[in-house]
Each structure stands twice: as C-alpha cells, then as structure tokens.
C-alpha cells in the first residue's frame, strides 16, 4: 500500500512538472506549453496551409502576419510591454535594411557585411539637424546598429525621432562583431506590443514554404511563452493570416 502511494506521489510530480516545463515533449510532432496548451507541428502547419489557401490571388506577394491577443496583462506597465528582437529560422522572405552608425574598419567591414546605410559621427549631427530625413530612414530602415561610443550622440540627436518609434540602435560593444550583428538583423524581426492587448507580427511572405513559415512561427510562439512568467496562461489567442486573407487560428 505505502509503495504504491509512493509510486502514486512520484507519478503526480512528474505530471506537474511536466505541464509547466516549456519544452515537455508530449510526442515528436508536438509539445506542452507553459500554459498546459498542446502545441502541434502539424496544427500549426496545417493553419499555415488554410491562410495560404484561402488568400485571394494577388499580382504581388502579400506579407503572412500573426495577430496575437493577450490577457491577464495590465499593460499599463511597461514591464508587460513586449519590445523584442526575435530571430526567424527562415528569415521574412524579403530584404531587412540595416544602417551602421559607425567609422573606420567597423564601418569598411559594415559595408562590406551588406548595410545599407553607414554614417560617421559627423553625419550624425547633420541627421540630427534634417528631422523629415530622420523620419523617413527611420520609416524605411529596420534596424540601426551603432559603435557604443557614439549611443549618446545619438540619443541626444537623433532619439526623439527614433525612440518612440522602438528604432534606437543596437548597441556595438566592443566583444561583438559587426558582421555578425548584421547577420542576426537580416533575419530578425522587431516585435513592439506597446500598451495593446492585440498586436501583429510578420512572420513571411506568401510566396515561402508552408513549412518555413510555419517554423517562423513557433520560433514567436517561444519567445513569447518565455517572455512572460506564465507563458501561454497569458496567450488569449493566435491567428495567421495574408495581408487580404481570412484569419485562421493557431492556438
């Protein structure tokens, strides 16, 4: 009798455990979240596939965006805000522009790396003076990148066209390589959830594989259920859809 309670409490803790580890196997094409939701490969890949589908035919490739809706978040706190940089397995199918605040070897080998823009600190200051030019690179840019030393230039000159639009570079300290923070940019994504309980995310184009995109969107799936405590207790709802397509829903 005393074995078998035994057996019974061991069994009960593995279950708990279980069903509050993020990444608990429940099968190879599926898993338990955070939130006690069974996220399946295949569910998700087949939502994918009906979004694709089900979007009207267009001359050009529509963008595929994920609509997430929170809850149980008071986001009046800026703590609950998500400001995140998350990398896609795929990329977004489509050219990530990057400009370089930088100068010499840092600023030969950011061009050489394939930044679209790299200006000195000289240029700097006369960006600060050209706001409507400020504005429109920062509009068209999707991530800055700047030496460490010249972040305060920056913020002074150039931060109140930048900050609120969550487009402050990313700091270059000297233990990281330029090349290789492009290189993380160009498949990158920035996700900004501000003060709104729902909010929407690239993750492709319609043109890409099904199971890319699909992959592009469990790697946000993650990174959300990470960023909060109580991961997916915390997810109301996710929906995929085209730019013109239907939503279709993934959890």
Known sequence: MFDYIAHLTDSLKYFIVEKSTP????G??????TGGIILE???VLEAVKQALEKSPERKFAESVDLAINLKNLDMNQPTNRLDEEI????????PIKIAVFAKGDTAQ????????????????????EDKTRTKNLAEEVNFFIAEAAYMPLIGKTLGQVLGPRGKMPI?????????QVINKSKNSIKVRSKDKMTFHIAVGKKDMDPVKL???IEAIINRIEHRYERGMYNVKSIYVKSTMG??????
């Open 28 to 33: 190879d094409n599926s898993r338990i979240t």
């Open 87 to 94: 990398i896609l397995p795929n990329g977004l199918g489509r």
């Open 214 to 216: 699909s992959q592009n």
């Open 41 to 43: 490969h295949e569910k």
């Open 109 to 128: 080998r950011a061009k050489a790396a394939g930044a679209d823009y790299v200006f000195d600190p000289e240029e700097i200051s006369i960006l600060g």
């Open 246 to 251: 239907p939503a279709i829903k993934v959890v």
């Open 23 to 26: 990444l608990s196997s429940v």
């Open 171 to 179: 700091p270059l300290t000297p233990d990281k390589d330029v090349v």
